[in-house]
Nanobody
Framework: VQLQASGGGLVQAGGSLRLSCAAS????IGWFRQAPGKEREFVAA????????YYTNTLQGRFTISRDNAKNTVYLQMDSLKPEDTAVYYC???????????????WGKGTLVTVSS
């Protein structure tokens, strides 16, 4: 499985960004993030078919995960961004669909999102 995240950057609070994860293989894909000085945490995940999505409760509906299997790409649309969303964002594969750090089998390189106040 190969994963490559992209789309990070600098955005003002209240703005939006869309992250992309180019992914090989027919698997569920998840997004995690790691803020400075904090542990890596689960953000969202989506099944191969796209029929099921999972989100951490803390997002309050601001983020949306989706995928385009024709392009082998999973997206994370992030709206109403807050400074506390600043983190390195990683896409990941959990073959067991256990969406915590310990359940991940493959990690992609991260992409940095910085939200200024």
């Amino acid at each position: 499985v190969q994963l490559q995240a992209s789309g990070g950057g600098l955005v003002q609070a209240g703005g939006s960004l869309r992250l992309s994860c180019a992914a090989s293989g027919r698997t569920s894909i998840g997004w995690f993030r790691q803020a400075p000085g904090k542990e890596r945490e689960f953000v969202a995940a989506i099944t191969w078919s796209g029929s099921k999505t999972y989100y951490t409760n803390t997002l309050q509906g601001r983020f949306t995960i989706s995928r385009d299997n024709a392009k082998n790409t999973v997206y994370l649309q992030m709206d109403s961004l807050k400074p506390e969303d600043t983190a390195v964002y990683y896409c990941a594969v959990s073959l067991s669909n256990i969406w915590d750090v310990g359940g991940v089998d493959y990690w992609g390189k991260g992409t940095l999102v910085t939200v200024s106040s």
